[in-house]
């Protein structure tokens, strides 16, 4: 089978990664510099190809020279092959051509060493060509994922430090412009807290996010303790029906829910979604201490309990110390939710002084308000969220049985 042979396998690598590296940063180098950059697959296909096989010749311990080595000799294979002109263009900058060239035949390079490693020339063992072609799955795999997960992020953060006059000059031109000096590109930012009193939805979301936080642990600690710990009649019934309650989807509630809370006057008020909020979190929250509470030993309950202690004073002293990444990551995953949190918000809060992020953020979404300041609004909004997860990684990957009783 030629699949099978470690020539067919440099080329083929050559190729794919030639041809996918090419695309994807001739796009980026599209929004980073405004260039009208023209997409060339052929030069680059043919390029990788090419360094694939005589890599695969080579057969020599690569250092770093050798690495710089085919850098360039695929730069001036792709320039070669285009005549000197790799994006066929007419009145772009050179230079950053030529680093836009040298950056995708670094990654070129770089993806088909990773793929070839430890290949041979000649016919490959079964496992050989498993490790190969697993190799270059898991690679692809792996870069579209992470490019699917940052290109948004970069968009977003770029569009907020754009003025309008350049967006609408040209939309998919995300660079920076440093002409009108440093301070004015954070000029949405400013406007967004000056203008548009973006202070008060962060205030108004950190508060509803923490309290629900709180009441969310303050119910489903015990609870989840009751569940893995104690006998009542209808258990498995209430801990197999507990996510179910989760399961029941928003917008069959948020009918009701308007009309009760309307009836009550708790519609227009952080106080309603307080309310809310904690009863679509705690069966959740629920399921999860449940499942990690039920994995530590008995044994220590029950010399707790001989020593004198309540099951409230076992709750507090020893099962939360025990627990506290799992904790925390139940309190990280709350917190995301509320934060996060849309439809309850959209449909119980008319104030603009009551709105929450997720609320004030849509409030933004109109003629009237400039794009780059909607962007600049979702970069403060995720700002929070990627520092606190941040902070709590220590915890979330700490060891989960310290303190638990061996053997």
Known sequence: ???????????????????????????????????????????????????????????????????????????????????????????????????????????????????????????????????FYIRLLWGLGLIILILITLIPFYIMIMTSLKNQQSLILNPLDLSLDFSNGFNNLFISYIELFKNY?????????????????????????????????????????????????????????????????????????????????PATTIPVALYMLRGYFSTLSSEIDDAAIMDGLSRLQIIYKIAM????????????????IAWNEFLFAFMFLDDPNLFTLSRGIISLNSSEVPQQHLMAGAVIATIPIMMIFIYLEKFLISGLTTGSVKG
């Open 1 to 131: 089978m030629i699949w099978k042979y470690g020539v067919f396998c440099s080329i083929l690598s050559g190729s794919v990664w030639g041809t996918f590296w090419q695309v994807i940063l001739t796009i980026l180098g599209i929004l980073t510099t405004g260039l009208q950059l023209s997409l060339e697959i052929a030069p680059a296909l043919f390029s990788g190809a090419l360094i694939g096989f005589i890599y695969l010749i080579y057969q020599k311990k690569i250092q770093l020279k050798q690495h710089v080595i085919f850098v360039f000799t695929t730069t001036l294979l792709i320039y070669g092959l285009t005549l000197g002109d790799p994006y066929f263009g007419k009145d772009e900058n050179v230079f950053v051509e030529f680093i836009l060239v040298l950056i995708t035949s670094s990654f070129i390079w770089i993806s088909i060493y990773l793929s070839l490693k430890n290949i041979s020339i000649g016919k490959l063992s079964r496992y050989q060509s498993e490790k």
């Open 197 to 277: 009193n973006f202070h008060i939805f962060l205030m108004n979301s950190f508060l509803v996010s923490i309290v629900t936080v709180l009441i969310t642990l303050l119910f489903s600690i015990p609870g989840a303790y009751a569940l893995a710990r104690l006998k009542f009649p209808g258990k498995e019934w209430f801990s197999g029906s507990v996510i179910l309650i989760y399961l029941i989807p928003s917008i069959v509630l948020v009918i009701p829910l308007y009309a009760v809370f309307s009836q009550l006057g708790l519609r227009n008020s952080l106080f309603g979604l307080i309310i809310v909020y």
């Open 321 to 336: 110390p025990l627990s506290k990444p799992a904790i925390v990551s139940v309190a990280l995953y709350v917190f995301m």
